[in-house]
């Protein structure tokens, strides 16, 4: 049976995948680079900030020779906050969820750096489900896919890793769980989940798939 439950946090706890990518979409195409939601997914979604830019820059590169300008990233920064502060929601059923689950430890794991998991969790009032135990890559060497911050998660509430769930939009953390080698749940609840990356959710190395809250909060249920 399983003791602790770690959830990632965008497009899983807190609606904000949707409106990343819009404005991540929107924003490259002022710069010349051009993506379909899939292939941004295909690049993108998952990864650490550092990784995310790295691999912008290099995109940029093959493209127009050069890196991204750097007024780039202060111009995301200031959408995705007006964004936050107008739109940002739980994931429908998520806070419903939580507030039925009383026999897991729970911690939040997340390659989003800390101070907007911070704020996107406390915008959405999620916080007050985890206490202390919600974590940034920032504090581990490597961000997803590798294991590193779903082992850190499950040291700090004092898991065996073998004995967590982890919940995940993406594949690239579903990589990063079972490399920690955690049972996983991939989930497509949140909004940008569209047929395509359902179906590549439900074809990954994940244990179990969930379209929504109701159909995770049974799976978390058998699972423990």
Not at 69 to 87: G, I, L, N
Not at 102 to 108: E, G, I, K, N, P
Not at 109 to 133: P, V
Not at 143 to 172: M, R
């Amino acid at each position: 049976m399983h003791k602790a439950l770690i959830f990632d946090c965008d497009g899983v706890l807190v609606d904000s995948e949707v409106l990343l990518i819009d404005i991540e979409i929107e924003t490259m195409a002022e710069y010349g680079l051009h993506y379909t939601p899939e292939r941004f997914k295909e690049l993108y979604l998952g990864t650490s900030i550092d990784a995310f830019y790295e691999t912008a820059h290099r995109e940029h590169n093959r493209v127009h020779g050069t890196p991204l300008p750097e007024c780039y990233s202060s111009k995301v920064h200031d959408r995705v906050s007006t964004a936050f502060d107008k739109h940002l929601e739980p994931v429908v059923g998520i806070a419903d969820l939580l507030s039925n689950i009383d026999h897991l430890d729970l911690a939040v794991a997340s390659n989003s750096q800390q101070k907007w998991l911070d704020r996107k969790m406390a915008h959405t009032s999620l916080n007050d489900f985890f206490g202390t135990h919600i974590y940034s890559s920032e504090i581990v060497e490597n961000g997803k896919p590798a294991p590193d911050i779903y082992l850190y998660a499950a040291n700090q509430i004092q898991a065996d890793p073998t004995k967590c769930i982890v919940v995940e939009d993406s594949i690239n953390g579903v990589k990063a769980a079972k490399a920690a080698n955690m049972t996983c749940i991939s989930f497509s609840g949140g909004g940008h989940c569209d047929d395509i990356h359902v179906e590549k959710l439900k074809n990954s190395i994940a244990d179990h798939h969930a379209h929504d809250a109701d159909e995770l909060f049974r799976l978390i249920k058998e699972l423990s």
